[in-house]
């Protein structure tokens, strides 16, 4: 029985967040007289609250005080859960749960590698948290993609080796800490952006049962 370990990331590969992420975010910048577009949010994906607000105040030219800073931080944090607390099954994307029924199914280890310190709201939002085996996230964490932390302590949970773990990643912070971990990388989204990453696909209606087969007997 080949028992290998599938992390998934959240945002932009089980839900959609980054809409919300560039909502608050345009919110909170132009409270500060800063213009903030979707081009820049893209920079923003994967990359920590407090990285995000760095750049940000760097694209405005803008510096502001460590309680001021704070506050900030928790003021999009406030607006994006509002964005969030709306959320249900219908945000999951296209074929992730056919994609973990399957590995469910096939008795293989499923867990959760995010940055976001609001997975476990999220999981439980859209209805698929039972899916999960484990959840690693933002809050069992102390270092940022691309390091491999996250995605380490996954394969620590269920002694697999890195090697045996199968990372699914949106973002290329994200794929370079699976590979840093060693790990084979999955980039879901675009071909160019995600080039680093050991196959690409844009959805998960595109990752196929001989595919998914093919990972779990090699």
């Keep these: ?54 750049k940000i105040l760097a694209w405005g030219n803008k510096s502001i005080n460590d309680a001021e800073f704070t506050r900030l931080m928790g003021l999009k944090n406030d607006d994006y859960l509002t964005y969030i607390d709306k959320m249900d099954e219908q945000e999951i994307l296209p074929d992730v ?54 995605f380490l302590k996954a394969a620590e949970h269920f002694n697999v080796p890195p090697k045996h773990c199968i990372v699914f990643e949106d973002a ?8 840093n971990a060693k790990m084979i990388s999955i980039g879901i989204g675009d071909k160019n952006t995600l080039h680093e990453a050991d196959y690409v696909f844009t959805d998960f209606t595109e990752i196929n049962i001989d595919f998914l087969n093919e990972l779990i007997n090699r």
């Design 172 to 179: 290329v912070a994200g794929i370079q800490a699976a590979n």
């Design 1 to 54: 029985m080949n028992k290998k370990a599938f992390i998934f990331d959240l945002d932009g590969v089980i839900v959609d967040t980054a809409k919300y992420h560039f909502l608050a975010w345009k919110k909170l910048a132009a409270t500060i007289g800063v213009d903030f577009t979707e081009h820049q949010n893209e920079q923003l994906k994967g990359v920590s609250r407090v990285k995000s607000l760095e």
């Design 97 to 150: 749960t056919k994609t973990l029924d399957f590995l469910k199914d096939k008795k293989q280890h499923i867990a959760l590698g995010s940055a976001s310190k609001n997975a476990r709201m999220i999981l439980e939002k859209v209805n698929i948290i039972n899916k999960f085996d484990v959840i690693i996230d933002g809050n069992d964490v102390s270092k940022a993609k691309p390091d491999p932390e996250v």
